[in-house]
C-alpha cells in the first residue's frame, strides 16, 4: 500500500502541481462534497465505483485495474471507521501517484479517469493555501516547519545537520576552538566547558556559530532545492541576523519572527503567516499591473484556444483562472497545467477580481 495512506496531506503547491501535471496516465481525480456524516461511507464508495467503472473502459488488465483501486478502497474503510476531518475530500490516483486530502468545501462531485489529472478545480481549491517553511533557530534546538494557513508541521532535518550548537561544537569544530575552556565543576559529561567572556572568545564562538548555520544552509537546500515555497527565519535577532550573512537559499523572506522560541513557539506560525501574507498579494498585484499595462496587445489573450497554444509553447507568464468558471473544459485545464509546467504563475480569483469578468486571461511572456 502506497506510503500517503499513512499521512493526511496539507496542500499543494507549485511543486506539487508539476508533479500532479507530468502524471503517468490514467489519473484519477475525485472531488466530494461531505456535508453529512452519514453519506460520507456511501458517497465514497459510489464515487471509487463510478471511477473504476470508468477505468476498466481504458484499462484492459485487470490486475492493473487492481492496483490502482487498492488504496482507494482502503481509504474509503479507513474514513468509514475514523469519520471525516473535513466538509470535502480530494483523491488523486494515477500509478506513481496517491494522495488525498481533506478540505473545507468541495463545490461540486467531480469524478473523472483521464490522461491528465483535474488540475484546474485543484488551483481552485488550493490556491489560497500558502505553503511556507519557517526555520527556528535556537542554539538548543533548530526545527524546520512546513506551513500553511491552518498548520504548522514539524519536518524531520537529514542526520548529517547539526540541531545543537554545543554538540556541534564538541563534535565538529577544530581543537583551538575550545581554547581558553574552563570546566564548569564537576558534572563535565552535560556542560562541556565554559567559555571566558573575553573578545576573542566572543569572537570565536561567533565564528562558529556561523559554521554552524552554514551547515544548516547546505541542510536546507539539500531538503527544499526544488521548492519556490518562502522561508521565514524565527528566533533572537542576533541569531537571525548572523544567520542571513551565510544565507544562500533564493526564497528566504526579508522579514523574520524575532522571538524566542522556547518561550513563544506558538506565536511563531501565526507572526510567519502574517509575513507571508505580505508576500503573495504583490506577486499577484504584478501580474495584473503587467496585464493591464500590455492590454490591447498580442501579450495579452482571453481565448482558451490561444492561451492553450502559448501555453504550451512556454510563453504564459501569468494565467488567471475564473473561480467560478468552467475550468473543467479540456483547453483550459490543459492550459493551466502547461503554464505550471512552464513555470508560470496561475491565479485563481473571484469573478469581481478577473479582467473584464472573463472565464480565463493570460499574460505572454512575448
Known amino acids: 500500500?502506497?506510503?500517503?495512506?499513512?499521512?493526511?496531506?496539507?496542500?499543494?503547491?507549485?511543486?506539487?502541481?508539476?508533479?500532479?501535471?507530468?502524471?503517468?496516465?490514467?489519473?484519477?481525480?475525485?472531488?466530494?462534497?461531505?456535508?453529512?456524516?452519514?453519506?460520507?461511507?456511501?458517497?465514497?464508495?459510489?464515487?471509487?465505483?463510478?471511477?473504476?467503472?470508468?477505468?476498466?473502459?481504458?484499462?484492459?488488465?485487470?490486475?492493473?485495474?487492481?492496483?490502482?483501486?487498492?488504496?482507494?478502497?482502503?481509504?474509503?474503510?479507513?474514513?468509514?471507521?475514523?469519520?471525516?476531518?473535513?466538509?470535502?475530500?480530494?483523491?488523486?490516483?494515477?500509478?506513481a501517484v496517491f494522495r488525498y486530502f481533506w478540505v473545507p468545501k468541495v463545490p461540486a462531485e467531480i469524478v473523472t479517469v483521464a490522461d491528465q489529472f483535474l488540475v484546474c478545480p485543484l488551483l481552485s481549491l488550493f490556491g489560497s493555501v500558502r505553503l511556507f517553511y519557517v526555520l527556528g533557530l535556537s542554539q538548543k534546538h533548530v526545527q524546520l516547519f512546513r506551513c500553511t494557513d491552518d498548520s504548522f508541521e514539524r519536518v524531520q532535518l537529514p542526520a548529517p545537520v547539526p540541531t545543537n550548537f554545543n554538540e556541534f561544537l564538541h563534535v565538529r569544530q577544530p581543537d583551538?576552538?575550545?581554547?581558553?575552556?574552563?570546566?564548569?565543576?564537576?558534572?563535565?559529561?552535560?556542560?562541556?566547558?565554559?567559555?571566558?567572556?573575553?573578545?576573542?572568545?566572543?569572537?570565536?564562538?561567533?565564528?562558529?556559530?556561523?559554521?554552524?548555520?552554514?551547515?544548516?544552509?547546505?541542510?536546507?537546500?539539500?531538503?527544499l532545492k526544488d521548492q519556490a515555497a518562502p522561508l521565514v527565519l524565527a528566533g533572537?535577532?542576533?541569531e537571525v541576523a548572523l544567520y542571513r550573512t551565510v544565507n544562500t537559499f533564493r526564497s528566504l523572506m526579508e522579514d523574520a519572527v524575532h522571538v524566542s522560541l522556547d518561550s513563544l513557539k506558538g506565536k511563531v506560525h501565526e507572526r510567519a503567516l502574517q509575513i507571508v501574507q505580505q508576500h503573495y498579494p504583490e506577486a499577484l498585484r504584478n501580474a495584473l499591473s503587467q496585464l493591464e499595462r500590455h492590454g490591447g496587445s498580442a501579450r495579452v489573450s482571453f481565448d482558451p484556444a490561444q492561451i492553450l497554444q502559448a501555453a504550451n509553447d512556454g510563453r504564459v507568464a501569468h494565467l488567471f483562472l475564473r473561480e467560478d468558471g468552467t475550468r473543467e473544459e479540456g483547453a483550459i485545464n490543459a492550459a493551466a497545467i502547461q503554464s505550471v509546467l512552464h513555470d508560470g504563475q496561475v491565479f485563481v480569483l473571484s469573478p469581481d477580481q478577473m479582467p473584464d469578468h472573463a472565464a480565463v486571461a493570460a499574460v505572454m511572456r512575448y
Open 1 to 95: 500500500m502506497p506510503e500517503e495512506m499513512e499521512r493526511q496531506d496539507i496542500g499543494l503547491a507549485a511543486q506539487d502541481l508539476k508533479m500532479l501535471a507530468t502524471a503517468v496516465p490514467p489519473c484519477i481525480t475525485i472531488l466530494l462534497p461531505l456535508n453529512e456524516p452519514v453519506e460520507v461511507p456511501i458517497r465514497l464508495k459510489n464515487a471509487i465505483r463510478n471511477a473504476e467503472k470508468d477505468l476498466r473502459q481504458r484499462v484492459a488488465d485487470p490486475k492493473k485495474i487492481d492496483v490502482l483501486m487498492e488504496p482507494l478502497q482502503a481509504l474509503a474503510q479507513r474514513i468509514e471507521v475514523e469519520g471525516r476531518s473535513g466538509n470535502g475530500l480530494v483523491v488523486l490516483r494515477s500509478p
Open 176 to 223: 583551538h576552538v575550545l581554547d581558553n575552556r574552563s570546566i564548569g565543576g564537576p558534572s563535565t559529561g552535560s556542560m562541556k566547558g565554559v567559555v571566558f567572556g573575553t573578545g576573542t572568545d566572543r569572537e570565536r564562538r561567533e565564528q562558529s556559530l556561523l559554521h554552524f548555520f552554514k551547515e544548516i544552509d547546505k541542510g536546507i537546500h539539500t531538503m
Open 236 to 238: 533572537v535577532e542576533y
